[in-house]
């Protein structure tokens, strides 16, 4: 019996010792089985928490915890000095919902464990909780009846932190039904309200730029100017609906999808010059080089559809990274069309006035008003002209290639008469009404042409658009310029191109006339001024002439400097004069003075006398000029000399100059004439001996301007001097020779000179005949 019974106890010890070795092995296995579940909660946490809105998620991290860490979990995020519930999980959702709603807000000051927590930054565990502990935590009523329906057991409440700061809390309760809460538990929940804390900060700092985002996009989305962002590779990555709308886009998510190389897609983009744009120079692509301050790039862009021509002004800034290098580039495009269309019609109009300004030669002005509207209004013009018998005549043309044939032009020029073709420059010229053909056709162009072979020429131009204006000069009409644009360009002429067109074509009929005036000014005192002088000077036996004559001034006005050699009775006579003024008036003067001075010398044989008959016309005409005069006779003399005698009325006296370079004024003052009614006049006389020169100037000679000083009689005086034994021909180029290097800037003044040189032949009977015949005739 004891045998069995020690069998017995022996047996009861072994099965027990196999029991409570099954029961910790069980314990082993559920807490193996429980920190694999734990471990695979923090992983599925973590991939929850690792979305774009873990704010968002904060629901489905609640309900990680239930039921297997918690049979409630609530989670409050701090906003201010207030407590908010984010998220409620419960195995039972109605539970949830009510906790929801009855819980409300929390003070982060009262003695509520998640408050303290927050406070603290320390876990909240109570494994126990008493009806006290319910009582501290409600915050009403409702709240505190319903904690104890559901039977609270046991909380963990532990903060949820990140970078140093508390961001909420994380709450778990268990009921009457489970077992309460301990040490360990607190650890595992540490760890999950860490990885939730870091999350919900990153959220909410995400949630912040998205805002600061969305309000920057709102912002930018209703500027005026077009925006775009570039990333680093020159792509596009925003673009606002200013943008889409200049770069012809629908919307701005079809720009993005056009991207950068096609941004500009359906537009001829080129800079101010008209030159093509390399897309590396756009300010964009500099920014994204490194240019911290890129300039900002003028565009003309015409819109390959219609032709239509608009300015755009592109600006850009860099954003640079962390480590220097730009990341993005910001482009703002405005739209400066009306402004800049503004600008380049007063420059335009400014540089036409100047241009046409520039000369009074007719032909130089019609290429002027031709050039003045290519390339900057068009791309080729044509100025017509009617001929004497009113047909128009092409006069001047200008092209952007400058190899293109002028005929293959629409303008119809040529052969055509007023009112004869319905369209170009002969309706224009003879209605006076501009024409605009902003798309050119081929019924414009059968209605252009005058015959098939010019149709085919026109034809082959590819002209896009034309207008023709007239040229007008005051009320009249005199004359049409026709601008043309062609494929090659794009561009089409706009009523704004017709309103500058007519506004060239004003100012350029007033140039255009008053060139043709001018010429014929020019012609006119061209005219009048030879016949002042004398066509070619006179053959005198024994004596070599030469003479120079230089206009100053404008082509238009009649100089007063005059010369003149004539047969008198017994020998001849040599005149010299300046009257002042230009003109008219002194054109009047002058050849009073001539007629005068020739008339008086066939009777008068004393210089002085002829210069006191020349006072005494010039005071009875009654002119206000004034004017000097030098007065010579010459008379042969027996033994080959020539007998001068000279008389002057306040004119620089003449030089006498010998073969040997001796040089001396002669002796001729005198009264101004056209001053007094009473002057004194006298002759000198002296004999010209075969050799000598005698050189009659006017003061435009000694006062022709240098850089520092006027010519002076000393320095001519000189000059002669040493050209001394030269013919009459060569002395007097020497002087005009040296006059031309010396000059400095426009000559000022008219300049006459004549030399008289006597060779040694003027003697004897036969010469002295001569003389007398030639008197007579």
Same mark, same amino acid.
């Given at each position: 019996m004891r045998a069995w019974t020690a069998d017995r106890r022996g047996g009861a010890a072994t099965a027990l010792a196999l029991a409570l070795a099954a029961a910790i092995s069980r314990r082993a296995r559920r807490r193996e089985v429980s920190a694999r579940r734990r471990t695979a909660l923090l992983a599925e946490a973590g991939e929850l928490l690792d979305r774009r809105d873990p704010v968002g998620e904060l629901d489905a991290l609640a309900r990680i915890a239930v039921p297997e860490l918690a049979d409630v979990c609530v989670i409050d995020l701090r906003e201010g000095d207030l407590l908010r519930v984010a998220a409620v999980a419960a195995g039972d959702p109605e539970l949830a919902r009510r906790l929801r709603e009855l819980r409300g807000e929390l003070s982060t000051q009262i003695d509520h464990p998640a408050a303290v927590a927050l406070r603290t930054g320390q876990p909240q565990l109570i494994p126990e909780l008493s009806a006290d502990d319910l009582a501290r935590w409600a915050p009403n009523d409702p709240y505190l009846r319903f904690m104890r329906e559901t039977g609270y057991r046991s909380a963990i409440v532990v903060p949820l932190t990140a970078r140093g700061e508390t961001?909420?809390?994380?709450?778990?309760?268990?009921?009457?039904?489970?077992?309460?809460?301990? =040490?360990?538990?607190?650890?595992?929940?540490?760890?999950?309200? #860490?990885?939730?804390?870091?999350a919900v900060d990153h959220a909410r700092l995400f949630g912040a730029l998205r805002e600061t985002e969305a309000e920057l996009r709102a912002v930018v989305g209703v500027l005026a100017e077009a925006v775009t962002v570039q990333r680093?590779?020159?792509?596009?990555?925003?673009?606002?609906?200013?943008?889409?709308?200049?770069?012809?886009?629908? +919307?701005? *998510?079809?720009?993005? !999808?056009r991207g950068s190389a096609r941004a500009w897609e359906g537009f001829d983009v080129r800079d101010e010059r008209g030159e093509p744009v390399d897309p590396e120079r756009l300010p964009g692509r500099r920014a994204l080089a490194g240019e911290r301050a890129p300039e900002p790039l003028l565009l003309r862009v015409t819109e390959r559809a219609t032709?239509?021509?608009?300015?755009? &002004?592109?600006?850009?800034?860099?954003?640079f990274g962390a480590d220097g290098r730009p990341r993005l580039a910001v482009n703002v495009i405005e739209d400066v069309t009306e402004p800049r269309r503004a600008e380049l019609k007063q420059r335009f109009l400014a540089q036409a006035t100047k241009l046409l300004?520039?000369? $009074?030669?007719? %032909?130089?002005? @019609?290429?002027?008003?031709?050039?003045?509207?290519?390339?900057?209004?068009? +791309?080729?013009?044509?100025?017509?002209?009617? +001929?004497?018998?009113?047909?128009?005549?092409?006069?001047?043309?200008?092209?952007?290639? %400058?190899? #293109?044939?002028?005929?293959? #032009? @629409?303008?119809?020029?040529? *052969?055509?008469? =007023?009112?004869? @073709?319905?369209?170009?420059?002969?309706?224009?010229?003879?209605?006076?009404?501009?024409?605009? *053909?902003?798309?050119?056709?081929?019924a414009l162009l059968r209605a252009a042409a005058r015959d098939s072979a010019q149709l085919a020429a026109l034809r082959r131009v590819g002209a896009l658009s034309a207008l023709v204006v007239p040229l007008v000069a005051g009320e009249r009409i005199i004359g049409t310029i026709t601008l043309g644009t062609t494929r090659d360009s794009g561009r089409r002429l706009n009523e704004v191109d017709l309103e500058l067109a007519e506004e060239l074509g004003r100012r350029a009929g007033v140039a255009i006339e008053n060139a043709r005036v001018h010429g014929e000014r020019v012609l006119i005192a061209s005219t009048l001024q030879d016949a002042l002088l004398p066509p070619r000077l006179p053959e005198i036996? /024994?004596?070599?002439?030469?003479?120079?004559?230089?206009?100053? /001034?404008?082509?238009?006005?009649?100089?007063? +400097?005059?010369?003149?050699?004539?047969?008198?009775?017994?020998?001849?006579?040599?005149?010299?004069?300046?009257?002042?003024?230009?003109?008219?008036?002194?054109?009047?003067?002058?050849?009073? !003075?001539?007629?005068?001075?020739?008339?008086?010398? %066939?009777? =008068?044989?004393?210089?002085?006398?002829? &210069?006191?008959?020349?006072?005494?016309?010039? $005071?009875?005409?009654?002119?206000?000029? $004034?004017?000097?005069?030098?007065?010579v006779r010459l008379t042969p003399v027996l033994g080959g000399r020539l007998q001068l005698m000279v008389a002057g009325a306040g004119h620089p006296p003449p030089l006498l100059v010998r073969p040997s370079g001796e040089v001396a004024p002669v002796d001729a003052t005198g009264t101004l004439l056209g001053a007094f009614a009473r002057g004194t006049w006298a002759d000198t006389t002296f004999p010209l001996e075969a050799g000598d020169s005698l050189v009659l100037y006017t003061d435009g000679v000694t006062d022709t301007g240098g850089e520092h000083e006027r010519f002076g009689s000393a320095r001519l005086e000189a000059l002669v001097a040493e050209a001394a034994g030269s013919d009459a021909d060569a002395l007097a180029a020497r002087i005009d020779g040296a006059l031309r290097d010396f000059q400095s800037g426009e000559q000022r003044d008219d300049m006459a000179l004549l030399v008289l040189q006597a060779s040694g032949g003027a003697a004897g009977a036969a010469s002295q005949a001569a003389v007398l015949g030639q008197a007579r005739g």
């Open positions: 961001v909420g809390s994380l709450g778990w309760v268990r009921l009457r039904s489970s077992a309460p809460y301990g =040490e360990g538990d607190v650890d595992f929940a540490r760890e999950l309200a #860490r990885r939730a804390g870091v680093a590779d020159g792509e596009i990555v925003y673009a606002n609906r200013a943008a889409a709308e200049l770069l012809g886009a629908p +919307d701005e *998510h079809t720009l993005l !999808a032709g239509e021509v608009h300015w755009r &002004l592109v600006k850009a800034s860099p954003v300004a520039s000369s $009074l030669d007719t %032909q130089v002005t @019609l290429e002027k008003v031709a050039w003045a509207a290519v390339p900057e209004l068009a +791309d080729w013009c044509a100025v017509d002209l009617p +001929d004497e018998r009113g047909r128009l005549q092409r006069v001047a043309t200008a092209d952007v290639e %400058q190899g #293109r044939r002028v005929r293959d #032009r @629409l303008v119809v020029g040529g *052969h055509a008469r =007023e009112g004869e @073709l319905p369209v170009g420059p002969p309706h224009v010229m003879a209605t006076g009404r501009s024409e605009l *053909h902003a798309r050119i056709d081929d036996p /024994g004596v070599s002439i030469a003479a120079r004559f230089r206009a100053a /001034g404008e082509a238009s006005r009649v100089g007063g +400097d005059f010369y003149d050699v004539f047969a008198v009775p017994g020998g001849w006579m040599a005149i010299m004069g300046d009257v002042t003024g230009k003109g008219a008036a002194a054109a009047a003067v002058t050849a009073l !003075a001539r007629h005068t001075m020739r008339t008086a010398g %066939q009777y =008068e044989p004393s210089p002085a006398r002829v &210069l006191a008959r020349l006072n005494e016309a010039v $005071l009875a005409a009654e002119r206000s000029q $004034l004017l000097t005069a030098i007065c």
